[in-house]
């Protein structure tokens, strides 16, 4: 994949700028990895200055980062302000998830229908990891993580380069919704059957109930986030 496009794993993580990436990509990477992991509250300026002197470079690739971000659909541009981090709607909170099950679903059939050997070999390690996060005790940001990190892998084999930007692009958006989420122990054991689900469709060449387990993954955690969206208090 060209090394020039955004790619910010869904997963939060830590780590220098000594990616391989052009500069300004690989700062937007890194803010968008810490918006996920709520280092960043929603409606909070993000100041080019504060950028620069955290990373030791100039305006200028920080600038051209902001604007990466934008793109992303994580932040918005205000002429003379600067950027400030948006907080998403119910209305288009919907429309990402409802994108994303669609996304996921097409790809986890393609995953099925090309996914090389040796990927899948790699693929099968994470169903210790699934059952271990399942367990009681496993928290919230665990198991949304490794789901997340598992559909990524499948999306770097199934879909093309281009497409993949596009379905990193709306996981992350959708990742970082699941601060609304509560995980409990129950919908944990429905996201391992699921995800096993998936494992075993893939690695049997069935493309029709990969899709099924991709698009099912999706609509449980819908299931649980949006009726916070209105209500996060809980009250």
């Known amino acids: 994949m060209p090394k020039s496009k955004i790619d910010a794993p869904a997963v939060p993580a830590t780590g220098d700028l000594n990616?391989?990436?052009?500069?300004?990509?690989?700062?937007?990477?890194?803010l968008i990895r810490d918006i996920i992991a709520l280092k960043y509250p929603p409606g909070s300026w993000l100041r080019e200055q504060e950028i620069a002197e955290r990373f030791g470079v100039s305006r200028s690739p920080v600038r051209e980062a902001l604007r990466h971000v934008t793109k992303q659909g994580f932040l918005e541009m205000?002429?003379?302000r600067g950027?400030?981090?948006?907080e998403l709607s119910?209305?288009?909170?919907?429309?990402?998830f409802d994108m994303l099950e669609a996304l996921y679903g097409v790809v986890a059939r393609h995953a099925a229908q090309s996914m090389p050997v040796e990927k899948m070999i790699k693929f099968k390690e994470y169903m210790p990891k699934i059952e271990r996060v399942?367990?009681?005790?496993?928290t919230m940001q665990q198991r949304v993580s490794l789901?997340?990190?598992?559909g990524n892998y499948i999306g770097k084999w199934g879909t093309t380069a281009k497409t993949y930007e596009v379905f990193t692009q709306v996981g992350n958006l959708a990742m970082w919704q699941h601060r609304f989420m509560q995980t409990e122990d129950v919908f944990a054991r429905r996201s391992k059957e699921i995800?096993?689900?998936?494992?075993s469709a893939i690695e049997a060449r069935d493309a029709t109930r990969a899709e099924w387990a991709g698009r099912a993954i999706v609509?449980?955690?819908?299931d649980r986030i949006l009726p916070n969206l209105s209500n996060p208090t809980g009250a």
């Open 19 to 30: 990616s391989g990436l052009p500069l300004d990509v690989a700062i937007a990477n890194r």
């Open 78 to 80: 205000h002429p003379w």
């Open 83 to 86: 950027a400030q981090l948006v």
């Open 90 to 96: 119910e209305e288009t909170t919907i429309h990402i």
């Open 134 to 138: 399942a367990r009681p005790g496993g």
């Open 147 to 150: 789901s997340f990190e598992v």
């Open 195 to 199: 995800h096993y689900v998936m494992f």
């Open 219 to 222: 609509d449980l955690s819908r």
